[in-house]
Each structure stands twice: as structure tokens, then as C-alpha cells.
């Protein structure tokens, strides 16, 4: 069954109809360089172009007897086609077939997840605008830190997607490449030129050297560039689970009407959608982890690959096309909660600041050393009997001998932070 949020594109890209539909495709554009070049009557040409035709069932109840679906699949081509079949597959060998094949569908589903990547990029890029100076507290190691705004951090998550749009367009290009150099390599049967002109013809390129496949780094590198876009989609959708938590509660997945969050707790409103990034990201590095195993083949060949793509490629694009469509769906309804945002910020009495008081002292003449043990002390009191950070700072003479009150003034508050975010922005051109 097709996600729901996959596109017709990707739901019917790796069924059997289209995969076959694409073996023909390689078939007949080897047919027609032949005829070009003189080594298939373009009488023949005209029959195998007008009669070629497929039926998945057919394919299926034939290959039941020839265990062989590249066979199977001639067998009824030539079912169609009459006696002008013998010219189809002429020289080739199945992987010619399979490999080149597979380059276009690796392509066209690749296609499908560059332009969701760049959906979500700008779903992401929107939302840190429009929340540029949304004011939050940051967190290292799960506990406050300085402030920071929840625009900046979401325009670090769409850099982060536009290194993955980088990366996926290189790993396209280097995965569109197919071969029609024969059993093992050699061109034995077959004029290299033959291939050059098919792959220029499919909007290909040829292997520059080929055994008889294409070499498997090259779908490693497809699939382990899918699992790092994951393992990104996975960053964002557990710092919105961390977000939503009841004790935080500063931004949440969209809650719909009608929508019920536990069969027993009428309150809950569970982070479900980016829990489910978080375990499908799993399935694309295991898949990428598959695909490493596969570059590893016995001398020329062995098919210890085949059974492994069937399932890694559909499996992995599908998958990435369906986690793009929710997570640019989640950035666009994201549900942020300013206030909240601002309540954490003052929720430890002023401490976000220590680092302006430590520096502020450190300027005024103290050594470091000094100034750290005078601020820590007074730091570790708010933290752990509660109180004003500043109000603490102010009534110690070590400090205002130092820091007038105006300079300590100075020290609290994030206003000044605004022509920073304001230069990173504009670094990133936003």
C-alpha cells in the first residue's frame, strides 16, 4: 500500500507495469541505434516499434517456468512482435538491460525527491522569517544556555536541507549512468559506440568501464545521500518532540479536529508524526547499510545485489518522498508558542546572562580565573535556592566595585543579539 502522502509519481514509478515499461524503453532505443547503424533493417525496426508490447501477467505466468525474469520478459515481447523479435537484445546481456533500466528509474524518482527537497527548503526558509526574532532560550546538553531565536534555528535546519539538495543532486548525476557492453564487459558483441549513442539517447551516460554491471559505489552512494537527508529529517523531528513536551510546550505538531492522542487519556496530544520520522529514518540507513554490502561482487558478477534493490531502491525513495511530504507539511502548520518561549527564558532568574557579567568583569580588569569563581557562586545560588540572578550580582561590592549599574544593566537582555541574527540571515540570503 502507497502512503498517503507519497505522489502518484513515486506510488507508480516502481510498480511491475512501469518497470517493464522502461525495459522496453532500453530495448527499443538499442533497436534504433542498430537500425542507424545499418545492422537492423529498418523494415524490422518499424515492426518491432509499432507491434513491441508487454502484459505483466504474461511475464509472471512465463517466468513461473523460465526462472529468468529478463527471459520471461523477451518471451513475450517476441509474443507480440513475431519473427523481427530476434533483433531485440541482439549482443546484450540482461544486466545491459537491467542496469540502464534501473539508472532511469533511479533517475526519475530522484527527480520526485529533488523537488520535495526543495519544498520543505523553502517551508523551512519561511518559517525562520517569519520567526526571525521569535526569542528562545538555547539549550546544550538539554539545559539552558544563552538566548537564541526560534528563526535562527530554523534557518539552520534549511541550510542543513540545502547541503542534502547538493549532495542528492550529485549523487543523481552519478547514478545516471548505463552500460550495454555485454557478458563481462568487453563490448565482445557489440561496437562501444552502440552504447555511447543509447546512453546519450536516454539522457544517460556510459560507464567509463563495466564488468558486466555497473559498479555498485554508485547506488551506495544514492542510498547512504537518502539516509544522511535522513538522519536530518530525524534532527528536526526530535527537537519538535523535545519542544512539545509538557514541561517545554514551545512549538507542536498541528492537532486537528477530532483527532485523539490516547485510547485511555482524553488530554493527550502526542507528537506521533515526528515519532514516525524518527523510526522510518532507521529503515533508510539500514537500507543505506544494505547497499555498501552490495558493492562487493564475486569477480565479473554474481546477483547477490539483485534480490537487495529490488526492495532498497523502491523501498528507500518511496519512504524519503513520504517523509519529505510530512515533515513540509509539519513546518508549514507548525503550532509556536512565543509566550511559552519567553516564560523559559526567565525561568531561571536571569542565569542565560552569567556569560555578559563573566566578560563584563574580565573587561573591567579581573583575571578570568576570579571572575568566574565570583559569578559561579552567586550562579549556583539562584540555581539552587531560586531568586534574582542580577538582584544577587547588584548586592555583592566584589561586583559593583567593578560594574557600574548601568554596565551591569547592560549584561541583561537580548535586544543587542538582534544585529547578529540579522548578519546570519543575511548570510544565508534571507
Not at 529503515?283 to 544494505?290: E, G
Request: proline residues 3%; contains cysteine; aromatic residues 6%.
Amino acid at each position: 500500500m502507497i502512503p498517503r502522502y507519497t505522489t502518484p509519481e513515486m506510488g507508480t514509478l516502481w510498480s511491475d507495469q512501469h518497470k517493464y515499461a522502461t525495459w522496453l524503453k532500453v530495448e527499443l532505443a538499442v533497436c534504433e541505434v542498430l537500425s542507424e547503424r545499418g545492422e537492423i533493417p529498418s523494415e524490422a525496426l518499424d515492426t518491432i516499434k509499432s507491434s513491441a508490447a508487454f502484459s505483466v501477467d504474461r511475464i509472471e505466468e512465463i517466468e513461473h517456468t523460465t526462472r529468468h525474469d529478463v527471459v520471461a520478459f523477451l518471451t513475450n515481447v517476441a509474443e507480440h512482435t513475431g519473427p523481427d523479435s530476434r533483433f531485440i537484445h541482439m549482443g546484450m546481456t540482461s544486466s545491459d538491460l537491467l542496469d540502464t533500466s534501473q539508472a532511469l528509474l533511479c533517475v526519475e524518482a530522484g527527480e520526485i525527491i529533488q523537488r520535495r527537497l526543495q519544498d520543505f527548503y523553502q517551508a523551512l526558509r519561511t518559517k525562520a522569517v517569519e520567526h526571525k526574532y521569535t526569542w528562545q532560550i538555547g539549550r546544550s546538553h538539554g539545559v539552558h544556555a544563552e538566548p537564541i531565536t526560534f528563526g535562527l534555528k530554523m534557518a539552520l535546519w534549511a541550510e542543513e536541507v540545502g547541503r542534502s539538495i547538493k549532495r542528492w543532486d550529485r549523487a543523481l548525476e552519478e547514478i545516471a549512468v548505463g552500460k550495454i557492453s555485454g557478458a563481462v564487459g568487453t563490448f565482445a558483441h557489440l561496437d562501444p559506440d552502440v552504447e555511447t549513442q543509447v546512453c546519450r539517447n536516454l539522457g544517460l551516460q556510459p560507464a567509463p568501464v563495466s564488468n558486466q554491471v555497473v559498479q555498485r559505489d554508485r547506488h551506495a552512494n544514492y542510498l547512504s545521500t537518502l539516509a544522511i537527508l535522513g538522519a536530518t529529517l530525524e534532527k528536526i523531528a526530535l527537537e519538535i518532540r523535545h519542544l512539545q513536551r509538557t514541561e517545554v510546550r514551545e512549538a507542536e505538531e498541528p492537532f486537528r479536529k477530532g483527532q485523539k492522542g490516547s485510547s485511555a487519556m482524553p488530554h493527550k496530544r502526542n507528537p506521533i508524526l515526528t515519532e514516525q520520522v524518527c523510526g522510518m529514518a532507521r529503515l533508510l540507513r539500514t537500507n543505506a547499510l544494505a547497499a555498501v554490502e552490495n558493492v562487493a561482487l564475486w569477480h565479473e558478477r554474481d546477483i547477490s545485489h539483485s534480490s537487495v534493490e529490488r526492495i532498497i531502491l523502491p523501498d528507500s525513495t518511496t519512504l524519503t518522498d513520504y517523509l519529505l511530504g510530512k515533515m513540509t507539511r509539519l513546518i508549514s502548520g507548525l503550532v509556536v508558542y512565543p509566550e511559552r518561549m519567553l516564560a523559559n527564558l526567565n525561568l531561571t532568574g536571569g542565569l542565560i546572562f552569567s556569560q555578559k557579567v563573566l566578560l563584563a568583569l574580565i573587561e573591567s580588569g579581573q583575571t578570568r580565573e576570579d571572575a568566574y569563581t565570583l559569578v559561579q557562586r552567586h550562579a549556583m545560588d539562584v540555581w539552587e535556592h531560586g531568586g534574582d540572578f542580577r538582584q544577587k550580582l547588584a548586592g555583592d561590592p566584589k561586583i559593583t566595585s567593578k560594574l557600574t549599574e548601568q554596565k551591569l544593566a547592560d549584561c541583561f537582555g537580548y535586544d543587542n543579539l538582534k544585529v547578529n541574527i540579522d548578519h546570519i540571515f543575511k548570510r544565508i540570503g534571507l
